[in-house]
T-cell receptor
Framework: AQKVTQAQTEISVVEKEDVTLDCVYE???????LFWYKQPPSGELVFLIR????DEQNEISGRYSWNFQKSTSSFNFTITASQVVDSAVYFC???????????WGAGTKLIIKP | TAGITQAPTSQILAAGRSMTLRCTQD?????MYWYRQDLGLGLRLIHY???????GKGEVPDGYSVSRANTDDFPLTLASAVPSQTSVYFC????????????FGQGTRLTVV
């Protein structure tokens, strides 16, 4: 069965530290899509990135980077030089080509202290 | 651009009453979804619609109904609210199902008392 695990419930770091949020997924499909969303304290859900299962290239967007490794079924998210504005709950999610829904991890609450 | 608009933003509802949460998108996306978010449980799918005129049940559909009369609107109805339906409700839409990212409304905070 499909599943997304975000083992870190809460992470707290001091500003400017690097931080990695872990995401491990389970799926039987060969074609699937992985997502990261950010939910700041204001409550809206903001899309960050999408990866399909055939594209294992790592991606960098400014201070954000994502490491997709099919061998370990992981799609980890790293924030470099964290800032207070990065404080939010971050969700990893999975969709399969054969399925109609996003499977969500429970989320990781990231606290960046000034 | 408006994207997805949900109304109301918050509501307190007496148990046993009915209520419709509204959701409108202006992106002409085929697929729309309703999720509820509860603390510690992440987001759970209530109902979905892959295209206008069709709907389907998600993970937690009991006590909720939806309709999709046109592409833009996807209302969620609680026929007889119960306190366990206290939650934050998010409407979302996506193009080409979930091969592409879903865009979310700002959420509706519902309290059933």
């Amino acid at each position: 069965a499909q599943k997304v695990t975000q083992a870190q419930t809460e992470i707290s770091v001091v500003e400017k530290e690097d931080v990695t949020l872990d995401c491990v997924y389970e799926t039987r499909d060969t074609t699937y899509y992985l997502f990261w969303y950010k939910q700041p304290p204001s409550g809206e859900l903001v899309f960050l990135i999408r990866r399909n299962s055939f594209d294992e290239q790592n991606e960098i967007s400014g201070r954000y980077s994502w490491n997709f490794q099919k061998s370990t079924s992981s799609f980890n998210f790293t924030i470099t030089a964290s800032q207070v504005v990065d404080s939010a709950v971050y969700f990893c999610a999975l969709s399969e080509d054969s399925n109609y829904q996003l499977i969500w991890g429970a989320g990781t609450k990231l606290i960046i202290k000034p | 651009t408006a994207g997805i608009t949900q109304a109301p933003t918050s509501q307190i509802l007496a148990a046993g009453r009915s209520m419709t949460l509204r959701c409108t998108q202006d992106m002409r996306h085929n697929a729309m979804y309703w999720y509820r978010q509860d603390l510690g449980l992440g987001l759970r799918l209530i109902h979905y619609s892959n295209t206008a005129g069709t709907t389907g049940k998600g993970e937690v559909p009991d006590g909720y109904s939806v309709s999709r009369a046109n592409t833009d609107d996807f209302p969620l109805t609680l026929a007889s609210a119960v306190p366990s339906q206290t939650s934050v409700y998010f409407c979302a839409s996506s193009d080409s199902g979930l091969r592409t990212e879903a865009f979310f409304g700002q959420g509706t905070r519902l309290t059933v008392v």
